[in-house]
């Protein structure tokens, strides 16, 4: 057996009704917090007022900034970080989904280093290794989406305006010091987000178990992970108040969090092409790894038989009879069938891709996610890339 090492250093609390663990482990973390939440949707449902509420009794200061959008940008994170110093704020709290949870991670962090833009320290900039910062100040991240894993991962993906990119970063001190998973926030998510969301999880999790960095510790994971998004996906976007199956949502998404982020595994070029699908639309994130996932597996299911073959297991396809090496060569078609079961079924043109944009994804998929590049069992050149995405238009 190979060595690895692993460690799940962020405090999970898991389970319907656990926003109330806020009272208790925010005041172990500070005295005053910036709160980032959704735009719209936390107000909306209540949650943001239950959540502020909770700080209050707990006898935390806060300051809320509630207009985080989907796929949070540098010069929001530039003003928010403004905020939380003017405030003099102690941590921050992301409240909502992937993108709320990144800007507190990445607030969190600029604010660590004094302020200033945050493009400094994503792919292209000078201190894009993160290499000599100073640790972030606390973090504390309540998921409201089964989605992104963003509260058991390290990882922050800030879009890059004046690139058009979507890099994602991150350290040991961006992990959040605590998280809370309760199914019961996530039950008034719409379908569309409940659908680009979980279609996230499954290629985290898919992806962690076909990087070559996977260890038996994240393959753990990995597998379950893909087995209750298979399983549990359909009930919730066919009823999203099914309390049950949005509880394995959350679980499956919280264990890919840790596939993809503690175990030094990773995603693979699936999230690389995707966010650089995502850097020029600002399409859906899960949408954006659907539109690319089957021509990858194509590209690299010969890569190791083994691994895709059981691949093709875990998504519920594997025929009686069949060799490892058919399971594997139908493991393209598997994570089709699986995406064209939960609506996802998409093309890049669907995102709004168009063919002269083919040149500055892929220059951008190797300059800001050469790391989930580097991960995949089969090594890619630039052509791969080209083809992949050509293949997916
Ligand atoms: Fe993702």
């Known amino acids: 057996m190979k060595a690895f090492d692993f460690s799940v250093p962020t405090r999970v609390f898991f389970g319907n009704g656990e926003l109330r663990r806020l009272q208790e482990i925010a005041p172990t973390t500070g005295r005053r917090a910036m709160l980032l939440a959704a735009k719209h949707t936390m107000k909306q449902t209540g949650i943001l007022d239950r959540a502020v509420e909770l700080l209050k009794k707990g006898g935390v200061d806060v300051v809320v900034s509630d207009n985080v959008d989907p796929n949070p940008k540098d010069v929001d994170i530039d003003r928010q970080t403004g905020v939380f110093l003017t405030n003099k704020c102690d941590f921050a709290i992301g409240l909502g989904g992937g993108s709320s949870m990144d800007s507190a991670k990445a607030v969190a962090f600029l604010a660590a280093q004094g302020g200033g833009t945050i493009l400094d320290y994503l792919a292209g900039g000078p201190h894009a290794t993160l290499e000599g910062t100073k640790p972030a100040f606390p973090i504390i991240c309540v998921t409201t989406t089964a989605g992104t894993g963003s509260e058991t991962t390290p990882w922050w993906v800030i879009t890059n305006t004046k690139w058009h990119e979507k890099p994602g970063t991150g350290n040991d001190s961006t992990m959040a010091r605590y998280a809370i998973v309760d199914p019961e926030l996530m039950v008034s998510v719409p379908q569309e987000v409940t659908r680009s969301t979980g279609i996230d999880v499954l290629f985290h999790a898919m992806e962690a178990f076909i990087a070559n960095v996977a260890t038996p510790f994240?393959?753990?994971?990995?597998?379950?992970?893909?087995?209750?998004?298979?399983?549990?996906?359909?009930?919730?976007?066919?009823?999203?108040?099914?309390?049950?199956a949005r509880g394995r949502m959350a679980w499956a998404n919280s264990i890919a969090g840790i596939a993809i982020g503690?175990?030094?595994?990773?995603?693979?070029?699936?999230?690389?092409?995707?966010?650089?699908?995502?850097?020029?639309?600002?399409?859906?994130?899960?949408?954006?790894?659907?539109?690319?996932?089957?021509?990858?597996?194509?590209?690299?299911?010969?890569?190791?038989?083994?691994?895709?073959?059981?691949?093709?297991?875990?998504?519920?396809?594997?025929?009686?009879?069949?060799?490892?090496?058919?399971?594997?060569?139908?493991?393209?078609?598997?994570?089709?069938?699986?995406?064209?079961?939960?609506?996802?079924?998409?093309?890049m043109r669907d995102l709004g891709v168009k063919e002269e944009m083919l040149g500055a994804m892929t220059d951008s998929a190797f300059k800001t996610m050469s790391g989930c590049l580097n991960c995949s069992l089969k090594p890619l050149s630039r052509a791969d890339v080209v083809q992949m995405y050509k293949d997916s238009l």
């Open 218 to 244: 994240t393959d753990l994971f990995a597998r379950e992970a893909v087995t209750l998004v298979v399983a549990n996906l359909g009930k919730v976007l066919e009823n999203g108040r099914d309390l049950e």
């Open 262 to 347: 503690e175990g030094k595994s990773s995603t693979v070029a699936i999230h690389a092409l995707g966010h650089s699908i995502g850097g020029q639309t600002d399409a859906p994130h899960g949408l954006t790894m659907a539109a690319v996932g089957p021509a990858y597996m194509a590209k690299t299911w010969d890569a190791d038989i083994v691994r895709y073959a059981e691949v093709t297991r875990l998504l519920g396809y594997a025929k009686p009879g069949l060799s490892d090496q058919e399971l594997a060569q139908r493991s393209p078609e598997a994570l089709a069938a699986v995406l064209e079961k939960f609506g996802c079924r998409v093309r």
